[in-house]
């Protein structure tokens, strides 16, 4: 009975690990943003790192480092725009940049416009927030439009949390029944 008990409880172990596991992402988060034209106009990609760290008030912290080493269209474009997907438009706070560009909100993205950041820099972008983290899309301007996945927040999917759950009381159920 005690095997059987102890089996139980690892196997149990074991799927909250891999819930765990599969349901957040790898933080910090590496990616590339990247644009392929083809002939027409020079490949580019930028490194970029995303990192969320949890507030003393159990908010979260969204942290982008973007190093910013080619444009599409030409290889000296500056940087103007970076924006993160937000497609549930969730709320956030203390938006900010280490270079001079303008805080914004479009209907589906935390924004940062009107910058001007040439090449061969590193750019830092940040937001607070209540809502925990997935891999969402992010994109930036340097030229032309560029795209890759990073870090954003979003609501926690109930139907996980709930499957998680109903196996856990599947489990327990059949330990009773022994």
Not at 28 to 52: E, I, R
């Amino acid at each position: 009975m005690r095997r059987s008990i102890r089996f139980a409880l690892i196997c149990a172990l074991v799927v909250v690990t891999g819930v765990v596991a599969w349901a957040f992402p790898e933080n910090p988060y590496q990616s590339v943003v990247s644009l392929s034209m083809g002939d027409m106009f020079t490949d580019y990609s930028n490194n970029l790192t995303a990192k969320v760290t949890v507030n003393p008030n159990g908010s979260y912290h969204y942290e982008y480092t973007l190093s910013y080493q080619c444009s599409a269209y030409l290889d000296s474009e500056a940087l103007t725009e970076f924006s993160v997907g937000n497609m549930d438009k969730l709320a956030f706070t203390n938006q900010g940049s280490n270079h001079a560009f303008t805080n914004s909100a479009s209907n589906n993205s935390v924004l940062w416009v009107n910058g001007s950041v040439g090449t061969g820099n590193t750019v830092k972008f940040w937001y607070d927030s209540i809502y925990t983290y997935k891999v969402v899309d992010v994109t930036l301007s340097g030229g032309l439009p560029s795209s890759g996945n990073t870090l954003g927040m979003v609501i926690p999917e109930p139907n996980s949390i709930i499957a998680l759950l109903t196996a856990l009381g599947g489990f327990a159920f059949v330990l009773k029944r022994r």
